[in-house]
């Protein structure tokens, strides 16, 4: 018999009072596990055996035969079955139902597990620790090593060695139950690539940490990746705690919108923010398998449209071929049964020679669309590809040489051939043009896209370009709806960035006015309309607007940008929360939102979720400035995000890069000042701040609300500057 001390090495043939020991088959953190012999019943069981050097450890023991008081208790039949629990003077062991089949370690390849399988896996599982916790066991180590599947595809949750059995509190149901502590304070136990992050900031969890756990192998079975990473414990706890994982359709685009959701909802930071019972998981997965069993998952068909490339003579006609391939991502974004990929994410990527697999992953698509312009006076030719991004093969090709004047025709037949080529499934509203014209005039029409390419870029001399354009384009088509609302918002930028002066704003008013009443259906004039009443403190009319945009085009990124402002300048920081995150969803690749979100965040004390939207932030404006390296709205909106984070070097570097686009820009002024703020050159930010008055724009309910210049608060030269405005 073995002493205390010594080595556990239970040999083959070894008898422990009726297990007769065959062979090891694993090892854990509390045990080694053997096959076995019961020569009574005439049984294989495996056989459980505390290593003796754990055994002379009170404290381990105690946590071993918890292990089996935990297991012991509770019945189902996903979960390993513990037949009794023995000891042989100082050896303790315990004995178990015998499971052969694979670990999920072993069924997890580079690419996950295939979709349909994963629920297979999924929902017994949910069930499992779903019923443990209310039979009051938390298990507090789900991993892959700890689920097998059967040889007969049935899944089995072995060892509960971290399991904490859990009382309720007096009056609690079983979904707010609370964990009794194993040991003498709570340390920090659980395998680190499944923590939860209460556990690896070593608080106390309960049965919510399980749920974390469990979105971490769903991410894994989806992608074959895990969520979290780093090279070392430290790095991988800090990436837990801070981290937003990758997308999950990015990484898989095959993953059901539904699906991705549910896992997110499950690794959330906080956890009165997660799921926050088995019971709702196992509900919400069942609904998504069987819309999948339906077909609904199936045949929701994603596709990215990829800027058309400009094969003109004289290669100027960028504005006019990113204006085709929008048109078509916006009648695409209104069909209920297909994903679309945001506009910024798509126009990554060039239309000609990308590597279609590469970017169909990358963007997280199962088809691609890609195209060619040639303009030539009034003569066009446009050639337009549907790809399939898993193989690279062409599903529908079409030129169309046509005039200018069957612009509008071209594009709608584009966005149709896809809807049938793709076989999505219209509604009655749907089935109507997908296009929607807002001008007959091509010329109208081509000034105003190159308006609307120029107040993209923003900047005092973009918007004054797209100023030009858009008056252009109503010149010609005086009734044109959409670019009376775009001269509205070039006023209400200029209004806000450039020069406040009263003539700015009852322009903004009067354009978004004139918008509505020559197009009472258009999204934009009520999001136009909604920012100039916002601007002229007409706050609870402006909601009204974009509530109403928001009702006509849920899709539309404006609306719940200006409605985020409206919230800010109101001191409504939790409803700003609310519309910034709605602006999120609909274009993720904006850089601007996670950044202005997260100070709405530190504001409300939500450090952390604050940290993780400035990282998000920078990474998303470092990408776009790749992209148009003179975008200086992207350096300092990113430098803000870079001085929050500690990076005062490189965020100081980022905000003279904006300066240096244009110095006499009073946006770009402003914010570097915020920048200058944070890195404590108080003198710096005011001078700032006083020639953004000295152009003429007035910035006085941001400055008075912007939690960003609370140092200046008490300076002299800032209380005049505020002063000064009134």
Request: hydrophobic fraction near 40%.
């Amino acid at each position: 018999m073995l002493t205390t001390g010594a080595a556990l090495s239970l040999k083959p043939g070894q008898l422990l009072t009726r297990y007769r020991i065959i062979e090891e088959i694993g090892q854990g953190g509390m045990g080694t596990v053997y096959l076995a012999e019961d020569i009574d019943l005439h049984r294989r069981i495996a056989l459980k055996v505390l290593p003796s050097e754990m055994a002379s450890d009170p404290e381990r023991l105690m946590q071993f035969k918890q292990e089996a008081r935990a297991i012991a208790a509770v019945s189902h039949p996903n979960i390993v079955i513990i037949h009794s629990v023995e000891e042989d003077k100082d050896l303790h062991y315990l004995t178990m139902e015998l499971v052969k089949g694979k670990t999920l370690t072993e069924l997890i390849g580079e690419d996950g597990i295939a979709i349909a399988k994963i629920f297979d896996i999924a929902i017994p599982l949910v069930e499992a620790v779903g019923s443990a916790h209310q039979q009051g066991v938390a298990h507090r180590d789900l991993k892959p090593a700890n689920i097998m599947v059967t040889d007969e595809g049935a899944v089995k949750i072995l060892d509960f060695g971290l399991a904490k059995l859990i009382e309720k509190a007096p009056g609690t149901t079983p979904d707010t139950l609370v964990t009794k502590s194993l040991l003498s304070g709570d340390h920090i136990i659980g395998t680190p690539d499944y923590m939860s992050p209460e556990q690896a900031k070593g608080k106390p969890v309960d049965h919510r940490t399980d749920i974390f756990s469990t979105g971490i192998l769903l991410y894994e079975m989806v992608t074959g990746e895990k969520p979290f990473k780093g090279d070392t414990t430290t790095e991988l706890l800090a990436s837990i705690i801070k981290d937003t994982p990758r997308p999950l359709n990015e990484l898989n685009p095959a993953c059901p919108l539904k699906l991705s959701e549910l896992i997110e909802l499950c690794i959330v930071k906080d956890p009165d923010k997660r799921y926050q019972s088995f019971t709702d998981i196992r509900r919400d997965l069942e609904k998504i398998k069987t819309s999948m069993d339906n077909g609904d998952e199936l045949s929701m068909q994603s596709i990215a449209v990829l800027p058309f490339a400009d094969m003109s003579p004289n290669r100027d006609q960028g504005y006019f071929c990113e204006g085709i391939a929008e048109e078509i991502i916006n009648a695409l974004v209104k069909i209920k049964n297909l994903r679309v990929a945001s506009r910024m994410s798509a126009f990554q990527y060039t239309s000609v020679g990308g590597d279609s697999r590469e970017i169909g992953k990358q963007l997280g698509v199962k088809t691609l669309l890609e195209g060619s312009v040639r303009k030539a006076g009034n003569q066009l030719r446009i050639s337009a590809q549907l790809i399939n991004a898993a193989n690279g093969y062409h599903v529908w090709s079409e030129r169309f040489d046509r005039e200018m004047s069957d612009i509008f025709a071209i594009q709608d037949e584009i966005a149709q051939n896809i809807v049938s080529t793709l076989q999505v499934t219209l509604n009655t509203r749907e089935k109507r043009s997908l296009v929607n014209v807002r001008t007959s005039n091509v010329q109208a029409y081509d000034f105003y896209l190159r308006g609307r390419n120029f107040f993209r870029r923003w900047g005092k001399r973009n918007i004054e370009i797209a100023l030009r354009m858009f008056t252009q384009a109503i010149e010609i088509d005086p009734e044109f709806g959409s670019a009376h609302a775009g001269i509205a918002d070039t006023y209400s930028y200029l209004y806000m960035y450039i020069n406040s002066n009263q003539e700015n704003l009852q322009k903004a008013n009067e354009f978004s006015l004139r918008a509505l009443e020559l197009d009472p259906t258009l999204a934009e004039a009520n999001a136009s309309r909604g920012l100039a009443l916002s601007l002229s403190r007409r706050y609870e009319d402006a909601e009204a607007e974009f509530e109403l945009a928001i009702e006509k085009d849920p899709n539309l990124f404006e609306a719940y940008y200006f409605y985020a402002r409206n919230s800010i300048v109101q001191g409504k920081y939790d409803m700003a929360v609310r519309y910034y995150n709605k602006a999120s969803e609909v274009n993720p690749d904006d850089y601007q939102i996670p950044v202005l979100l997260a100070q709405v965040l530190t504001s409300l004390g939500r450090k952390e979720e604050g940290e993780a939207a400035n990282r998000k932030g920078f990474e998303l404006a470092e990408k776009a400035f790749k992209l148009n390296p003179e975008d200086a709205r992207a350096y300092y909106m990113g430098a803000g995000a870079l001085v929050r984070l500690g990076q005062q070097e490189k965020g100081l570097e980022w905000a003279n890069r904006a300066m240096a686009i244009d110095p006499d820009d009073p946006a770009i002024l402003y914010n570097v000042a915020c920048v200058f703020t944070s890195v404590n050159k108080i003198e710096n930010a005011i001078d700032c701040l006083e020639k953004t008055v000295k152009i003429g724009a007035s910035y006085k309910d941001w400055m008075l609300n912007d939690s960003d210049l609370d140092p200046l608060r008490d300076h002299p030269r800032f209380k005049a500057l505020l002063e000064s405005l009134s």
